[in-house]
């Protein structure tokens, strides 16, 4: 069955920040909650989307979202989480930065910082940073990714084992109500594990978004890490789960 008109703008607001509610969709398009109600049940059928209670969300399952839709998804939160990152990094720092769109934010909210050592396995990172002749930038070997400029394998995990850094900041693609971190491949799982294991702090950088998402490979667990930053607080399970393992969580 194809989609009207009306369902191909639901689809689009949905994709425009990775979910949205029956209220927003309904206000936005001049239709009834119910009406709305019934078009989101006929595209979960149609594969499109996720059903979540009050909404929907982008499809998830056992493979991620393509880079590009992934990079314009919750553009304005990610950039409010980079620059708050960012400005809790001290200049003459060292950093590990890994793959994705949003530890990308963060190298661009690292532009003015001075005398800074990145290391990173996302190629997208050091082609920003490039542009901050105040930066040394690191780039790990590895395998190429093309679909997202990240570089992936046991040679990454290797090269990222001799470093000692102040600060490893990761994203992830999905993080559960048990509070643990998940991702989709399993190469890039094992480098955002070694990066973590080489940091004084370990930080995440994720949007809100992410808590309606699934993955299937573990990388490590929220109350394991030193800070997480996000753009909306924490469902209060979550929140508990970071006061007893001494997270902070800051609220961009």
Known sequence: MGMNIRQMQILEHVRGSGRASVEELAAALGVTPQTIRRDLAELAGQGALDRVHGGAILRSGASN?????????????????????????????????????????????????????????????????????????????????????????????????????????????????????????????????????????????????????KAPIRVVSLGELDAVFIDQPLPAALARLCDEGGTRVVVA
């Open 65 to 213: 979202i393509a880079y590009e839709e992934r990079r314009r998804m919750n553009d304005e939160a990610k950039t409010a989480i980079g620059r708050a990152c960012a400005a809790q990094i001290p200049d003459n720092s060292s950093v590990i930065l890994n793959i994705g769109t949003t530890t990308e934010a963060v190298a661009r909210a690292l532009l003015r910082h001075r005398d800074l050592t990145v290391i990173t396995n996302n190629m997208n990172v050091a082609n920003i940073l490039a542009a901050n002749d105040s930066c040394e930038v690191v780039v790990a070997g590895g395998l190429l990714r093309r679909s997202d400029g990240g570089l992936v394998g046991d040679l990454t995990s290797e090269f990222m084992a001799n470093f000692k850094t102040d600060y490893a900041i990761v994203g992830c693609s999905a993080l559960d109500e048990d509070g643990d971190i998940l991702d989709f491949d399993m190469a890039e799982v094992r480098v955002s594990r070694a990066i973590l294991q080489q940091a004084r702090e370990r930080w995440l950088v994720t949007d809100a978004a992410k808590l309606g998402r």
